[in-house]
């Protein structure tokens, strides 16, 4: 007997193959290699922030997949008999389950049974999961129950060899983006689910008060079978940055048993930035909407929430749109609230506000120069007319220099450069703003000066960069009328040694607890006290603010003619997002000091209120609490059209200068600062400049921007740093800082 094999059957019979190597059955919703995978992403209440829109980006950009958006009402109607694969956001779990109601949550959950992929996180993750006081809609179809958790970081999750087997998701440590996100703990069998952890927490975090169960070692990821269905879900959100894509690939893998190569939208060099309000549900509609302009590419872009508004995203946008999303008509969301003054700012500067639907009410009350748009067509109709109209020339300066402006002086050198606060200062008219590298600072340099900056990075490194006699320098300059701001690393430099053996200058009555840097990182509350809020004026009681691996104060021994006060307190218990292994408990330790030591004065900040744009106030509050005068809000906004770069750091004047002095006032070019080289960053940027030639920068990211038609600029100032940039194939090379801005310029 002869068989005749079609090139379908083929296909057919190689997806079977490929799903039984992984332990599982063709189920009869997953369609054939030749037709797209379809994935319906959910939009409705509860699946809201940014998880939702980078959602609806990846599948919607991706090859092979047919991505629709779909609310409860859908569901209630049918709309998942269309659909391979359900994709349920992050946000509030117990909205999404009661906006489902009980026929969705049916639904959804027959959906599955019959045959279905279900992905999910976050609150995706927890909707499965078993019901509870506090989640009492959940649909109980994993064996998992809601365990301790909290807080927002960047985490360590290890991935286990099953994970690796399943879904080609490499096994091992990996940082990953969580936000409140549960604790998976076991609980009783569930009838017809096969479901078994492939990724557990690695470290742990609570910004709580009270102490609670660690959560290191439990589990944050699971996948597995219901009835004839696949699920994957995650407790932290792979979806929010680029370089963890590979683990969403692995969750479809898993799912549906074929390679789905996902994409995120990059910018085509000098495109307009538009930002795309994402604070509340969108709704089937504006999730359309979005899903055309991805496609259509013909501006970037962004995401825009509140807490990225905080963050300082408007500095970098050109426009912003406000859809008419469900419950945006709220007032204290997004672009209003706490974030009115930003978003003024942001029309001043020339920035467009383009509102329709539900929204346009708010925003029409809170920002009466807004433009008000009858649907989504006449908005980007008017968003077109505003990016093709004249732009306006640039602000005119600033009133006359003070007659006598305040001396800054910022260290750079090894363990250390600020580019946040010295890019503040170098648009004011009320400071000077030099740079000085150790040897400076050991020959007497802080004479000229009034305050001295002394950056983040590393401590131990800056001391030995002093010397002794530097650090002495540093001592005889405060105690004799000088002012010192120290942040994290120039706050460990500037308190007692505790213990551990690293070095410090022994100038203020505090010492660091152990273990200090091997917290970590993440967002963390500081409560100031009475003094603090004297030095604060207006300011919340409670801030949150960017900790990484800064000091939690104790006090030390005292320190003669000083009178150094608390004025911040960690209101938070435990943060190790680093490792398994417990730390000390920060509650209720110093984060803020102040005070006088001899005649000078120091403010010394173990977070960092330089990182984000909702605590510059916190910063100018600082410069003026140590020299009287108030630093003016950070200043060399973006113009329309300017040209997105990044510049990578180097920790040396001429970089410094460059910086300060050519690039930030350039109205041409609108500049973001980075350490290192963030791939969600290039997704956003036209150039890159490599003040610092590091091997490890040249990833496999920058060589996709550079294919992309993203320009970078390598200065090598020398032969060794010519050899190592003639590698980084596509870069423009220069030797000097003052060929950097002509290249950027070509068209």
């Given at each position: 007997m002869m068989f005749s094999f079609t090139g379908k059957t083929v296909a057919a019979a190689i997806a079977a193959a490929c799903l039984a190597s992984l332990g599982l059955q063709a189920a009869n919703s997953i369609p054939p290699p030749d037709e797209p995978v379809r994935v319906a992403v959910f939009t409705d209440r509860g699946a809201r922030n940014v998880g939702a829109f980078r959602w609806l980006e990846l599948t919607t950009l991706a090859k092979g997949v047919e991505s629709f958006p779909v609310d409860a009402e859908g569901i209630r109607a049918g709309a998942l008999e269309k659909a391979n694969v359900l994709v349920m956001p992050g946000g509030k779990s117990v909205q999404e389950a009661a906006v489902l109601g009980n026929k969705g949550r049916s639904a959804v959950k027959a959906f599955i049974k019959n045959g279905g992929g279900y992905i999910g996180t976050c609150a995706g993750c927890c909707l499965l999961m078993e019901p509870s006081k506090g989640h009492p809609k959940m649909l109980g179809i994993i064996p998992y129950k809601?365990?301790?958790?909290?807080?927002?970081?960047?985490?360590?999750?290890?991935?286990?060899?099953?994970?690796?087997?399943?879904?080609?998701?490499?096994?091992?440590?990996?940082?990953?983006?969580?936000?409140?996100?549960?604790?998976?703990?076991h609980s009783l069998p569930v009838p017809d689910a096969d479901v078994e952890p492939v990724a557990y927490y690695n470290s742990d975090i609570n910004t709580g008060r009270e102490p609670r169960q660690s959560m290191a070692g439990q589990v944050a990821a699971v996948c597995g079978t219901y009835g004839k269905g696949r699920?994957?879900?995650?407790?932290?959100?792979?979806?929010?940055?680029?370089?963890?894509?590979?683990?969403?690939?692995g969750m479809f893998k898993f799912i549906t048993g074929r390679k789905v190569k996902l994409e995120r939208s990059r910018r085509k060099r000098g495109q307009a930035a538009v930002g795309f309000r994402c604070d509340d549900s969108f709704g089937v509609e504006t999730a359309k909407l979005i899903q055309r302009l991805l496609l259509e590419n013909s501006f970037e872009i962004q995401p825009v929430s509140s807490s990225l508004v905080k963050k300082g995203v408007l500095r970098h946008l050109d426009a912003v749109l406000v859809p008419d999303g469900v419950g945006s008509q709220k007032d204290?969301?997004?672009?209003?609230?706490d974030n009115l003054e930003r978003t003024r700012e942001f029309a001043q500067r020339g920035g467009a506000v383009i509102a329709w639907g539900r929204s346009a009410e708010t925003v029409r009350k809170n920002l009466p120069g807004a433009k008000i748009a009858a649907n989504s067509g006449e908005a980007l109709s008017m968003l077109r007319e505003f990016l093709d109209s004249p732009v306006n020339p640039p602000p005119a300066a600033a009133s006359s220099p003070a007659s006598k402006p305040l001396r800054v002086a910022s260290y750079i050198g090894p363990g250390g450069a600020n580019f946040t606060i010295t890019a503040m200062l170098a648009g004011s008219k009320e400071f000077t703003l030099d740079f000085l590298t150790p040897g400076d600072i050991a020959g007497g340099a802080l004479k000229n000066y009034d305050l001295l900056l002394q950056p983040g990075g590393g401590s131990s490194t800056q001391y030995k960069a002093l010397g002794e006699k530097g650090c002495k320098e540093i001592i005889s300059f405060v105690r004799n009328g000088g002012s010192y701001y120290g942040v994290c690393a120039g706050a460990f430099l500037a308190s007692q040694n505790n213990g551990n053996g690293n070095p410090r200058m022994g100038l203020v009555p505090f010492a660091a607890d152990v273990p200090g840097h091997y917290r970590g990182g993440a967002h963390f509350p500081v409560e100031l006290t009475e003094e603090g809020r004297e030095v604060?004026?207006?300011?919340?009681?409670?801030?949150?603010?960017?900790?990484y691996g800064g000091p939690a104060f104790e006090p030390g021994e005292p320190v003669p003619d000083s009178d150094m006060k608390v004025l911040g307190r960690y209101a938070g218990s435990i943060i190790n997002v680093c490792q398994p292994s417990p730390v000390e408990p920060m509650c209720g330790k110093a984060a803020l000091v102040g005070g006088r030591v001899g005649k000078g004065k120091v403010f010394l900040s173990c977070p960092h209120p330089e990182k984000e744009d909702a605590n510059m106030d916190m910063v100018r509050g600082a410069i003026k609490f140590l020299t009287g005068t108030m630093p003016p809000p950070a200043g060399f906004p973006r113009m329309r059209g300017a040209r997105s770069v990044i510049f990578r750091t180097a920790h040396s004047k001429d970089a410094a200068y460059f910086y300060t002095r050519t690039l930030l006032p350039d109205p041409d070019f609108d500049v973001i600062s980075a350490g290192s080289i963030d791939e969600n960053d290039l997704l956003c940027a036209d150039a890159v400049v490599l003040a610092k030639i590091d091997k490890k920068d040249w990833t496999r990211a920058m060589k996709d921007f550079?294919?992309?038609?993203?320009?970078v600029v390598a200065v090598a100032q020398n032969e060794e740093d010519f050899k190592s940039a003639s590698k980084f194939k596509g870069a423009t090379i220069v030797r000097t800082f003052d060929e950097v801005s002509a290249v950027l310029k070509r068209p």
């Open positions: 809601f365990g301790p958790s909290g807080g927002s970081a960047d985490m360590a999750v290890a991935f286990t060899r099953r994970a690796e087997e399943l879904a080609g998701i490499k096994r091992g440590v990996q940082k990953m983006r969580y936000a409140e996100g549960p604790v998976l703990l699920l994957f879900v995650t407790a932290f959100h792979p979806e929010s940055d680029v370089e963890d894509t590979p683990v969403i690939e204290e969301t997004g672009l209003f609230g604060f004026p207006g300011s919340p009681a409670t801030r949150s603010i960017l900790y550079v294919a992309a038609g993203g320009l």
